[in-house]
């Protein structure tokens, strides 16, 4: 007798290999039977006409926090991820002194975008070391999770607030290092950093992973080479647009020392600038000729970011709008009600001054999102230009009506200037480029503005029923054994006999993702973008049913998943 089987669906094994029908026969948390199964399963499920594959692992998540007040991390479990990698960026919740949580919920709150009364309210804080964070996360997950030890962390416990800005002596160094072998054998998964001139902290300062030397980096690196089935994360400034020589060779320099391969984000991908592409791809290609290996992580959707009139958000910094937009809401509101405002306002952010802003004035592009007033409710999910014929008004007009009814709260999306069919084919291109992974959701972190947690079943539906870019056996390997292979996740990410029973069952023909909507359900009350999905019929973790129909069963079958146990080395070479 098995514990589960699985019915006559077709199996994608992760591999990339074409599917094929089968049995799945599960028993204590592994499969044990792919082909035809006769034992019988004390669960049975006739999954005829749909598909398995294995569960998706997310390798760059900021799940760090939220897992303590949902450790289910949803909505990424909703859409078929199993595993979860947290702890990226350089941002994590430990080690830690015991007076400095503020000062890490402050930070946090800043760089991703996690509202400050969650952390304060949602995290217990009881924790100073690696180990004891992972303890307390352990036997209360509802997926796996492993953690990367961050940067930040291990230099404010060490230098403090005082020589926050300050480069590390080398006694310093030595603690740190000792820090990072302490939480690596612990069970983290590797080293994580930020030096990027993008993230300062909550006090406004530039975080202080970015004052460390190459000194620092390399020791950090030294030490991770020294610890069974390790990895490296990094970001530095030139991810978002463009690689500096300097930065190429200090990430090929910490691959190179560590033995480890170094995955950074995010490559995007614009048919407009395609040399930019083989730029930042060329750091990979110069990693490798050093005994390096660098993996920049690229999405296979688009995931933009969203803005509101009553939120700071780039419509704020239009230049000259700024005047109307720090008004209190009251007055922001009989502002823009006034035509002559309006015409002003429009103006400038056509005019040649407003410079890169200029893109954010095509109003009819805009896509309505979540509204609050009965009477916009028509209106969510369509194109303001749409709206604007039908009614007669100027896109401009039809818009700041829409979101004056709603008291400025409407979710407005901007429509992503990168999804021409051009840019696609190029993304395709690149998705298979033994440079470049799928990933980069940045799921737990910019929890209001954006929604990258649902690419799973986007990319899916995608590539059965939409642009059909890769064959879907390659999009499955590209979220399942690829990632498993990168972290060294043993007996994960692929389906056959001997591997931990994580699994998604999905029915071909409605596989989806919905878009994402506003829902109050933080700590303290605070709102996020939640995105169900569609067509995901069951999600399997180690063998134990944790979504059904599309629902949370509310089980907590996840493991953490610690350096060394539940991975094993994966070089350079
Ligand atoms: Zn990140």
């Known amino acids: 007798m098995l514990d589960y089987v699985i019915r006559g669906a077709t199996v994608f094994d992760g591999t990339g290999e074409a599917g094929t029908i089968a049995d799945i026969g599960i028993k204590d948390g592994r499969i044990v039977a792919v082909g035809d199964v006769a034992d019988t399963g004390s669960i049975e499920l006739d999954a005829v006409g749909l598909m398995v594959m294995p569960g998706v692992i997310d390798p760059h998540t900021h799940y760090d926090a939220q897992l303590f007040w949902d450790p289910t991390a949803s909505p990424s479990n909703l859409h078929g991820v199993t595993t979860i990698i947290g702890g990226n960026c350089g941002f994590t919740l430990a080690p830690v002194n015991s007076g400095d949580a503020g000062y890490i919920s402050r930070m946090m709150a800043k760089v991703e975008g996690m509202p400050l009364v969650a952390l304060e309210e949602g995290v217990p804080w009881n924790w100073e070391s690696f180990g004891e964070y992972l303890g307390a996360l352990e036997g209360n997950l509802g997926v796996n999770a492993g953690f990367l030890v961050g940067h930040c962390a291990i230099r404010r416990k060490v230098l403090g ?19 990072l072998a302490d939480s690596l054998m612990s069970g983290g998964l590797g080293f994580s950093s930020s030096q990027s001139r993008t993230h300062s902290d909550g006090e406004g300062n530039p975080i202080t992973s970015s004052f460390a030397d190459e000194r620092e980096m390399l020791a950090f690196c030294e030490e991770v080479s020294l610890h069974e089935g390790t990895t490296l994360e990094y970001i530095t400034s030139g991810c978002l647009d ?62 933009p970011m969203n803005m509101s009139f009553r939120n700071h958000c780039a419509l704020f910094l239009i230049p000259g709008w700024g005047e109307v937009m720090s008004l209190p809401v009251d007055e922001r509101i009989s502002k823009l009600r006034d035509p002559q405002v309006r015409a002003t306002l429009n103006e400038l952010a056509r005019s040649k001054d407003a410079g890169v802003f200029r893109r954010l004035s095509g109003w009819g592009n805009y896509v309505i999102g979540d509204t609050f007033a009965a009477a916009n409710k ?3 999910w369509r194109d303001v230009d749409d709206i604007a014929t039908e009614l007669g008004k100027e896109p401009f007009d039809t818009l700041l009506d829409i979101v004056i009814a709603d008291d400025l709260k409407t979710v407005i999306w901007p429509k992503p200037s990168d999804r021409d069919d051009a840019s696609w084919a190029l993304r395709a291109e690149v998705w298979q480029d033994p ?37 879907v056996e390659q999009a499955i390997r590209m979220m399942t054994s690829q990632p498993a292979e990168l972290f060294g996740l043993t007996d994960r990410g692929v389906i056959r006999e001997g591997a931990i029973a994580d699994l998604m069952v999905f029915d071909p023909s409605t596989i989806a993702s919905e878009p994402a909507r506003l829902i109050e359900d933080l700590p303290g009350g605070s709102p996020r973008l939640f995105a169900s999905s569609a067509g995901v019929v069951r999600v399997i973790i180690g063998g134990v049913e944790t979504i059904v129909d599309g629902e949370t069963t509310g089980a907590l079958p996840g493991a953490i998943l610690r350096s060394g146990r539940d991975t094993h080395t994966v070089t350079t070479a």
């Not at 607030?161 to 820090?179: F, G, N, Q, W, Y």
């Not at 930042?280 to 990693?287: H, M, P, R, Y």
């Not at 990258?452 to 990319?459: D, M």
């Open 161 to 179: 607030a005082e020589r926050h800005s300050e480069v590390a002596t080398d006694d310093e160094i030595k603690t740190m290092r000792a820090l």
């Open 242 to 303: 463009s690689f500096s020589d300097d930065e190429i060779e200090l990430m090929a320099n910490m691959s190179k020392t560590a033995n480890r391969p170094l995955n950074w984000n995010l490559l995007t991908v614009d048919s407009r600038t395609p040399e930019k592409i083989e730029h930042q791809l060329n750091a990979s290609t110069v990693a490798a000729e050093r005994g390096g290996r660098i993996i920049a992580l690229s999405m296979p959707t688009l995931v």
């Open 378 to 380: 028509s209106f969510e």
């Open 435 to 471: 440079r470049v992974m799928v990933g980069g959701s940045d799921a737990g972190a910019h929890l209001d503005r954006m929604c990258g947690a649902n690419y799973p079943t986007a990319f899916l539906g995608d590539c059965l029923r939409g642009r059909k870019l890769v064959p």
